[in-house]
T-cell receptor, first 114, second 114 residues
Framework: EPEVTQTPSHQVTQMGQEVILRCVPI?????FYWYRQILGQKVEFLVS????????KSEIFDDQFSVERPDGSNFTLKIRSTKLEDSAMYFC????????????FGPGTRLTVT | GENVEQHPSTLSVQEGDSAVIKCTYS??????FPWYKQELGKGPQLIID?????GEKKDQRIAVTLNKTAKHFSLHITETQPEDSAVYFC?????????????FGTGTKLQVIP
């Protein structure tokens, strides 16, 4: 069964460093999402992406964040200058269409900022 | 923005008993009501969903009921098994045109005691 994959599974970085989290969505999906989950808390929406542009973003997704689909398979989340409070699990999700309803989530990348 | 609450935050049941989790939301425009199961170290996985034109949906031991007037929907698990132990999130969404706007609930940790 097709699945969303994410790399790395765990990323440790120092405060102020740039990180790139990578996702490979399911191949025929057109809509892509990033979420984050601070330890023990709920899942929070960051951004949705379609047709090579952001379609929706939350207040969390400020100028420090960016997303890109550099080729036909990868979908990346970049944090330019990490802060301690960026430590969280980051989940990528994809769906065939926005009105397909079901989003398929990847296993997540645990980001630890020290 | 959408305000989503889940109750209870934790729930312990004996194997074989039923479990019910309630989700209350604020945005009357929400038209899609999924429940996700998150096991330790994994991403959320859709287990059942319901759309705004349906009041109840059942899939084997799992059911979801929706009350749009009161703005709440509930997850019902019957004949619980130890493998049902996980964190469950409701995630009411507005799906309109080309985008899907999702807000996750605060989560319910379900423990099924063998």
């Amino acid at each position: 069964e097709p699945e969303v994959t994410q790399t790395p599974s765990h990323q440790v970085t120092q405060m102020g460093q740039e990180v790139i989290l990578r996702c490979v969505p399911i191949s025929n999906h057109l809509y892509f999402y990033w979420y984050r989950q601070i330890l023990g808390q709920k899942v929070e929406f960051l951004v949705s992406f379609y047709n090579n542009e952001i379609s929706e973003k939350s207040e969390i997704f400020d100028d420090q964040f960016s997303v890109e689909r550099p080729d036909g398979s990868n979908f990346t989340l970049k944090i330019r200058s990490t802060k301690l409070e960026d430590s969280a699990m980051y989940f990528c999700a994809s769906s065939t269409r926005a009105d397909e309803y079901e989003q398929y989530f990847g296993p997540g990348t645990r980001l630890t900022v020290t | 923005g959408e305000n989503v609450e889940q109750h209870p935050s934790t729930l312990s049941v004996q194997e074989g008993d039923s479990a019910v989790i309630k989700c209350t939301y604020s945005d009357s425009a929400s038209n899609y009501f999924p429940w996700y199961k998150q096991e330790l170290g994994k991403g959320p996985q859709l287990i059942i969903d319901i759309r705004s034109n349906v009041g109840e949906k059942k899939d084997q031991r799992i059911a979801v009921t929706l009350n749009k007037t009161a703005k709440h929907f509930s997850l019902h698990i019957t004949e619980t098994q130890p493998e049902d132990s996980a964190v469950y999130f409701c995630a009411p969404a507005l799906i309109s045109g080309g985008y899907q706007k999702v807000t996750f609930g605060t989560g319910t940790k379900l423990q099924v005691i063998p």
